[in-house]
C-alpha cells in the first residue's frame, strides 16, 4: 500500500511459500488456544478498548512513569507466556514477520535494529522475545474469536510499523477483514498472512469471523517511549529537560 508519492505505508506480505507453514500456524493455534484455556481468564480482562477479548503483552517496556526499560510484568501468566515464547511455531512466525519487514521497509528495519542494540548493550539483562526479531513487545489475542474495535495504537512511534498475524479455523471470505479507515480500504485477512502498519497513525478495526468460526492474533510492536529513551542518551525525557534544555 502506497501513499500518494508512492512510499510504502503498509505492507500485505502473506506468508512464505513453504509447503510447512500452513502446519506451523495450525500448531501455533492450537498452542495458544490451549494455553489461553488452561489460564481460564477472568471476566474482567476480557473487555478493553480494543475490544472484548483478552490480550496479554510480553517483552520489554518503558513508560507508565518507570525510570528505566522493564520486562512486562505478566504476574501469574509469566510462565504460560514463556512457553509460548518458547514455542517452534510461534518463534517462526515471529522471524517471518520480521524478515518481512526487513525486506519491505530496511531504513526502518534498520533504525530499529539499531534502538534494540543501543538498548541491550546498556540493559544486558533484559531478554529479548524472540532471538530473529527486532521488535520489543509481542501480544497474544486470545479468542475464541477476536476482533479489535476501531483504534489506534498511540503509544507506537507515529511512523514505527507493527507486525499483525492471525490463525485459526475460519473463512477469511466471510470475515475477519482488516479495515483501514483512513485509507477507506478492507482487506481479506487469512489465516497464516501477515499485515505491518503504522498502527499509531492509521486507524484500524477487523470485521468479526462467522458464527461459529475461531480466531486469534499475535502482533509484535516496540513502543515509542522505549526508542526515545535510547535517543534521550538512556534518560528520562524530564532529565533531558533538566540537563539538556537546548535538547
Not at 122 to 147: D, Q
Not at 172 to 195: C, M, N, S, Y
Not at 200 to 227: D, E, W
Request: glycine fraction near 8%; proline fraction near 6%; aromatic fraction near 12%.
Amino acid at each position: 500500500i502506497v501513499d500518494a508519492v508512492s512510499r510504502i505505508i503498509a505492507v500485505l506480505a502473506g506468508q512464505p511459500h513453504s509447503t510447512s507453514w500452513d502446519a506451523d500456524v495450525a500448531s501455533a493455534y492450537r498452542h495458544i488456544s490451549e494455553e489461553g484455556a488452561a489460564a481460564a481468564f477472568p471476566c474482567d480482562l476480557r473487555m478493553h478498548r480494543r475490544g472484548g477479548f483478552v490480550v496479554q503483552n510480553v517483552g520489554i517496556y518503558y513508560g507508565q512513569g518507570a525510570r528505566i526499560p522493564t520486562r512486562l510484568r505478566t504476574g501469574i501468566y509469566e510462565p504460560m507466556l514463556d512457553h509460548l515464547l518458547g514455542n517452534p511455531a510461534v518463534e517462526r512466525m515471529a522471524t517471518f514477520a520480521s524478515a518481512a519487514f526487513a525486506l519491505w521497509a530496511p531504513r526502518l528495519h534498520q533504525y530499529y535494529r539499531e534502538h534494540d542494540n543501543k538498548l541491550h548493550e546498556c540493559f544486558p539483562h533484559l531478554c529479548c522475545n524472540f532471538p530473529w526479531s527486532v521488535f520489543s513487545c509481542a501480544a497474544f489475542n486470545f479468542g475464541p474469536s477476536v476482533w479489535t474495535f476501531r483504534h489506534c495504537d498511540v503509544l507506537n512511534p507515529p511512523f514505527g510499523w507493527c507486525a499483525v498475524q492471525c490463525a485459526g479455523e475460519f473463512d477469511a471470505t466471510q470475515g475477519r477483514h482488516l479495515v483501514l479507515w483512513d485509507l477507506k480500504l478492507v482487506v481479506e485477512f487469512p489465516a497464516g498472512a501477515l499485515i505491518l502498519l503504522p498502527s499509531a497513525t492509521i486507524t484500524h478495526s477487523n470485521i468479526p469471523v462467522a458464527p461459529g468460526q475461531k480466531h486469534i492474533s499475535f502482533t509484535q510492536y516496540t513502543a515509542g517511549g522505549l526508542m526515545r529513551f535510547v535517543d534521550n542518551g538512556f534518560r528520562m525525557d524530564t532529565e533531558v529537560e533538566a540537563e539538556d534544555p537546548k535538547e
